[in-house]
């Protein structure tokens, strides 16, 4: 059984910074590309960042220049440094990743989502 767990989530102020982590826990092949998505209240999911096994990297426009994405391969895990947060940076994180199972077998996974709030 596969699970991704995410942890920093939290309350900041406008201007501050958080580190959102997520580990990949079970017994696995090998992780392929990983992404952070957000949903706001009332809005859809959206892209914010993601990290190909390679290490190439895509921002959403709104937060280039702000946030980073990085993975570390020997821990399964993804993070999202963001800096300059917005109270429209306000959502659930949710953590993604293409996973391979097998040598074969390939499945999309998500975390819990972990709950980002900017005040202004």
């Known amino acids: 059984q596969v699970d991704l767990a995410e942890s920093g989530g939290g309350l900041v102020q406008a201007g501050g910074s958080l580190r959102l982590s997520c580990v990949v826990n079970?017994?696995?092949?090998?992780?392929?590309?990983m992404r952070w998505y957000r949903q706001a209240p009332g809005k859809q999911r959206e892209l914010v960042a993601g990290?190909?096994?390679?290490?190439?990297?895509n921002y959403a426009d709104s937060v280039k220049g702000r946030f980073t994405i990085s993975r570390d391969n020997a821990k399964n895990t993804v993070y999202v440094q963001m800096h300059s947060l917005k109270p429209e940076d306000t959502a659930v994180y949710y953590c993604?990743?293409?996973?391979?199972?097998?040598?074969?077998?390939?499945?999309?996974?998500w975390g819990q989502g972990t709950q980002v709030t900017v005040s202004a």
């Open positions: 079970g017994n696995i092949f090998r992780i392929n590309d």
């Open positions: 993604n990743a293409d996973i391979k199972i097998t040598i074969l077998r390939q499945n999309s996974y």
């Open positions: 990290i190909t096994g390679a290490g190439n990297t």
